[in-house]
């Protein structure tokens, strides 16, 4: 029987897997509905991959306001260093989040079975936020930009 030796992590999973048993996820990704899981799992593959721990969670900025506005502001004590936010049709979630934490926000926009405009109400929605809250915003569906995106902040 011929056996080998596991691979043993980069630096850059050394350090995240560290990071993870001491503190918790450093990327949090948040969606607006069960809905939106399947849309956000390309960004999640990127991400494990990569060895960083995230976190995901569902709750709606408009069904949920004091959820969203909880788990944002409580971020960066968690250790998160990053959001993405996935929504669609208003697409509020990521620009709410923005506005009660300090991290970086990447708003993911999502086609819906329900949207009129394909997915481009979303993406303004996201990118055309007032001064001082801002929302980095990938493409509509784009979650492997929004994990890349992702992994540019954390330097990874």
Do not use: F, W
Not at 69 to 96: D, F, H, T
Request: proline share 8%; glycine share 10%; net charge negative.
């Amino acid at each position: 029987m011929v056996t080998s030796d596991p691979i043993p992590p980069t630096e850059t999973q050394a350090v995240a897997l560290a990071h993870e048993a001491e503190i918790g996820p450093l990327i949090g990704i948040i969606v607006g509905s069960q809905s939106d899981l399947e849309h956000i799992e390309p960004a999640q593959t990127i991400l494990r991959d990569a060895g960083v721990p995230i976190e995901t969670t569902v709750m709606s900025s408009h069904r949920e306001p004091e959820k969203v506005a909880s788990y944002c502001k409580g971020a960066r004590g968690r250790g998160l260093r990053v959001i993405i936010a996935g929504a669609g049709l208003a697409a509020s979630l990521p620009g709410v989040a923005a506005a009660h934490t300090d991290l970086p926000v990447i708003g993911l926009p999502l086609t819906s079975r329900l949207t009129v405009a394909g997915g481009l109400d979303a993406l303004l929605s996201m990118a055309q936020m007032p001064p001082g809250v801002p929302v980095a915003t990938v493409g509509v569906d784009n979650a492997k930009n929004a994990a890349h995106l992702a992994l540019r902040i954390l330097s990874i």
